[in-house]
């Protein structure tokens, strides 16, 4: 079962922490977009899906079942729910059908979202209100999404109390660029300075090559490359 993945007028976007240095916002989806992806999905549709709630000790659980036409049966996924701060019965129903369509695959995407900072210079309403205790009342609304092999690769959200936009992640089309050229193999100028800086550190050649799974230096790429040098440090420390 492949559901679409979801736009960015699906998606609402809220603060997940907040400090003196800004805040951290979190993607999430409400339980009318799963009803719709649902309704409007062609291997199921608005007659071949249903949901139910059950009650186990104390937490309330939602199954959402979708009819397999070629078994002839209804399958179905569960997940327990939240309470929310306002109200606590219907949020948990609600975010446990969230949640089992999670499971169904609606919206997994979210997870996979590039980390969201937003710097408190970037923000209208942040204050302290009390020793290391920060608020923040801006609110903010996702305006573009951008996926890569169904994954998020860049977000813009727009702060609706600043009208500012803020940026996170690389726009798809970098990002192809990015990875292609990290696959590709290191020039022979590289290879010479990595021998030259194994021998005059004391690093053997092995150690390198094994633990990035290659035969030689030739066939490093630039990911690894740069992955090298970035813990250049902790291979050396090796034994």
């Known amino acids: 079962m492949q559901f679409r993945l979801l736009r960015a007028d699906e998606i609402d976007c809220r603060i997940s922490t907040c400090n003196k240095y800004g805040v951290g916002l979190l993607l999430y989806k409400d339980a009318r977009c799963d009803m719709n992806i649902l309704d409007e999905s062609e291997e199921v549709g608005v007659m071949n899906w249903q949901r139910e709630h059950k009650e186990l000790k104390g937490n309330i659980y939602c199954g959402v079942s979708i009819y397999d036409k070629e078994k002839g049966i209804w399958v179905t996924k569960w997940d327990c729910g939240k309470e929310s701060f306002t109200e606590s019965e219907k949020g948990e129903s609600s975010d446990s059908f969230k949640r089992a369509c999670f499971n169904w695959g609606i919206g997994r995407e979210l997870y996979t979202a590039p980390n969201m900072f937003v710097f408190a210079k970037d923000l209208n309403k942040h204050e302290e209100i009390s ?109």
């Open 131 to 239: 020793k290391d205790k920060w608020v923040c009342k801006d609110s903010f609304k996702v305006t573009e999404i951008q996926y890569l092999d169904k994954k998020i690769v860049y977000v813009k959200v727009l702060n609706l109390k600043t009208n500012g936009e803020i940026e996170f992640g690389t726009p798809a089309k970098e990002q192809k660029i990015q990875d292609k050229v990290a696959k590709q193999g290191i020039s022979e100028t590289k290879v010479k300075a990595l021998e030259t800086r194994c021998e005059s550190e004391g690093v053997p050649v092995e150690r390198i090559t094994k633990l990035y799974k290659v035969e030689s230096f030739a066939k490093l790429t630039e990911k690894q490359y740069a992955n090298i040098n970035a813990n250049w440090e902790k291979i050396k420390e090796m034994q």
